[in-house]
Nanobody, 119 residues
Framework: QVQLVDAGGGLVQAGGSLTLSCAASGRTFSAYLMGWFRQAPGKEREFVARITWSSGSTFYADSVKGRFTIYRDKAKNTGYLQMNSLKPEDTAVYYC????????????WGQGTQVTVSS
């Protein structure tokens, strides 16, 4: 079983930056992928980025490519989402999630952290 605790959200002005964190516990995360998702009010949850824990390979949604960076600290068993050049449309609750590579869906989810970008 894996537990994920995400944190780091807040209120920031457009053009600003925030870094979210996701601490994994309960089982070594080395075999997993970590993803970040977000859900804005009245909208469906959407994929943001993912990282393969073992290799560090990353993949991003087009909407955040070039502005967001996903990375991990293996020693701390913690993943991060660095968000730069934030826009009001980035406002959402952000969730980290984990899955094994052969799973189609994410099995483990953080509780979510609110990011609000003011114009």
């Amino acid at each position: 079983q894996v537990q994920l605790v995400d944190a780091g959200g807040g209120l920031v002005q457009a053009g600003g930056s925030l870094t979210l964190s996701c601490a994994a516990s309960g089982r070594t995360f080395s075999a997993y992928l970590m993803g970040w998702f977000r859900q804005a009010p009245g909208k469906e949850r959407e994929f943001v980025a993912r990282i393969t824990w073992s290799s560090g390979s990353t993949f991003y949604a087009d909407s955040v490519k070039g502005r967001f960076t996903i990375y991990r600290d293996k020693a701390k068993n913690t993943g991060y989402l660095q968000m730069n050049s934030l826009k009001p449309e980035d406002t959402a609750v952000y969730y980290c999630a984990g899955r094994l590579p052969d799973r189609a869906s994410y099995d483990y989810w953080g509780q979510g952290t609110q990011v609000t970008v003011s114009s």
